[in-house]
């Protein structure tokens, strides 16, 4: 059977699984990476951010949202009023997929199949945590966790309930989607516009942990 499952120890702590996930051959992603990067955060943390895979930066140093969309997501958080102790960063894909140009390691979207044969890591790292809230950065991880019909545009900014499609332990109370901080990176002459949204929409979430 394909997929992570097997690699998933069951009743493991998040330390447990970020050693776990090692291991994990679950699809063909970890082949040319350094390491999967698990999430990383305190398991009291009342907000979960879910991204979609580690950057460049986050497969060299292991830890998730260290690279340029990481620094910016800090920033939105902090001028939202998060506390960044206060999350738990991960990802729905534990290992960078890129292909290679020259030196370089470009960024490509995982597909439906990578982001199925990852989802258990998710799913275990739901069972260790008790989150109030989840803001879900992007349409990857939107995708996973609303269906394949989930356009970022039409539901960014709206506290909606944890779908049933997607069960995991300790479901959280609502669940926030926005837009990725990579996609305001990319957005060029419209970013401070992209960024003020990513913001607003952290606002809202700031709002509803109050
Ligand atoms: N983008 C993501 O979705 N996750 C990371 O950890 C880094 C960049
Ligand atoms: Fe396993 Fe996920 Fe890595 Fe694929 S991307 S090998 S399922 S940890």
Not at 75 to 90: F, M, P, S, V
Not at 117 to 138: D, H, I, N, S, Y
Not at 154 to 168: A, H, N, Q
């Amino acid at each position: 059977r394909p997929g992570a499952q097997r690699w998933v120890p069951e009743g493991a702590t998040l330390p447990q699984l970020r050693e776990a996930v090692q291991e994990c051959r679950g699809c063909e992603l970890w082949q040319d990476t350094t390491q999967a990067v698990m999430g990383d955060g305190l398991p009291q943390a009342r907000l979960v951010l879910l991204g979609e895979q580690p950057g460049d930066q986050e497969d060299r140093q292991g830890k998730p949202f260290v690279g340029p969309a990481g620094r910016l997501l800090v920033q939105a958080l902090d001028e939202a009023g998060i506390d960044r102790a206060d999350t738990y960063r991960t990802n729905v894909v534990k290992h960078f997929r890129f292909r290679g140009r020259g030196k370089q390691r470009i960024h490509q979207t995982p597909n439906q199949v990578h982001v199925t044969a990852c989802a258990p890591w998710l799913a275990a790292e739901f069972t260790q945590l008790q989150p109030v809230g989840v803001v879900v950065l992007g349409g990857t991880a939107g995708k996973l966790v609303f269906g394949s019909a989930f356009r970022v545009g039409e539901m960014r900014g709206s506290l909606t309930d944890w779908p049933e499609r997607f069960p995991v332990a300790n479901a959280p109370q609502w669940v926030l989607p926005t837009t990725h901080p990579s996609a305001v990176l990319r957005a060029e002459d419209q970013r401070e516009a992209a960024y003020s949204g990513l913001v607003a929409d952290l606002r809202i979430a700031a709002e509803a942990l109050r």
